[in-house]
């Protein structure tokens, strides 16, 4: 089992930065893909940036070059900087473990909102 913390969402104007913070607890010795996902009112939830185990990354198109993703192993977190932020990044964000290997377990975090006011 994996528990998933986030932190770091609120309010922030047209531009502005933002870093969120996912702490993950307890144990489970597969290997994980960790990402971030993102969620509003009436759409599915979509991926925006995912970082695996070999430190291969992908990032959604409408974030790439605004958003890093990054981790620190010896903390167990992961964190998303946000800089540039538009008002169409607006929802709650979401940390996700997901395992690289058969089931593929997905382990996720209770989310934090993220308000970009223009």
């Known amino acids: 089992q994996v528990q998933l913390v986030e932190s770091g969402g609120g309010v922030v104007q047209l531009g502005g930065s933002l870093r969120l913070s996912c702490a993950a607890s307890g144990s489970d010795p597969n290997l994980f893909v960790k990402g971030w996902h993102r969620q509003t009112p009436g759409k599915p939830r979509e991926m925006v940036a995912k970082?695996?185990?070999?430190?291969?990354?992908e990032y959604a198109d409408p974030v790439k070059g605004r958003f890093t993703i990054s981790r620190d192993d010896a903390k167990n977190t992961i964190y998303l900087q946000m800089d540039s932020l538009k008002p169409e990044d607006t929802a709650v964000y979401y940390c996700?473990?997901?395992?690289?290997?058969?089931?593929?377990?997905?382990?996720w975090g209770q989310g934090t909102q993220v308000t970009v006011s223009s």
């Open positions: 996700n473990f997901r395992q690289e290997i058969y089931p593929f377990r997905d382990y």
């Open positions: 970082l695996f185990s070999d430190n291969y990354i």
